[in-house]
Structures are given as C-alpha cells and as structure tokens.
C-alpha cells in the first residue's frame, strides 16, 4: 500500500519562520534607502516619489513574507483524524461479543 503524496505536508512545520525573516532583510533595506537624501534618490530612480515607492515596497515585501510564513505554518500544522461518523445502527450495536456456547456446551467469550 502506498502513502499518497501530500505536497504541503513535505513542508517541514519546524522552518515556517523562514520566509518572514528572510523577507523581513530585504525590507530593512528598501526602508533604510527610502530614508536616504531624496534628491539624490529623484536622480537615480528618475522620479521625485521614490522615497515613497522604496519604503511601500519595503513594507509589501515584510507582509509578504510573514503572510507566507502564516500560511506555511497554517497548511503544515497537524490535525486530529476525522472523527468516524457513526450511524444508527453502529449505536444499536452491541459492545460485547455476545456469549456464545462451544461445541462442548461450554459459553466462550
């Protein structure tokens, strides 16, 4: 019998962090250049919003990365097995075997 292959559970639940401290590098840096001089920015993006777009950017790639770690800890996280749904006759059922006599009149069970 083979175990079917479930991609999102081949994650490792333990490194759901990664993502969300390794986007959080890049956005530090995007925010500490998006505090630089912003003539000096204006001239080498070309445009006088670039401090603006910088730090937005930074800020998308922080959320992104801590959105991905939610997820990745979301979708790795172990779940209890479903519960057996039990039918009217499953609740009918006796709990015990019932005694039933050997063929030498004896009761086994």
């Known amino acids: 019998m083979s175990k079917r292959f479930d991609p999102l559970h081949a994650l490792p639940h333990t ?24 003539d000096m920015l204006a001239d080498v993006f070309g445009t006088p919003l670039a401090p603006a777009l910088l730090n937005h950017a930074g800020d998308t790639v922080f959320v992104i990365g801590w959105l991905s770690s ?15 749904d039990l039918t009217p ?6 709990t015990q075997t019932p005694h039933t006599p050997n063929h030498h009149g004896h009761g086994v069970g």
Request: proline share 13%.
């Open 15 to 38: 490194l759901w962090w990664q993502p969300g401290v390794y986007g959080s590098g890049p956005a530090v840096l995007l925010w500490i250049v998006a505090r630089l001089p912003a």
């Open 70 to 84: 939610a997820a990745w800890l979301w979708f790795t996280r172990k779940r209890p097995a479903p519960a057996r």
């Open 89 to 94: 006759l499953d609740l009918a059922a006796p």
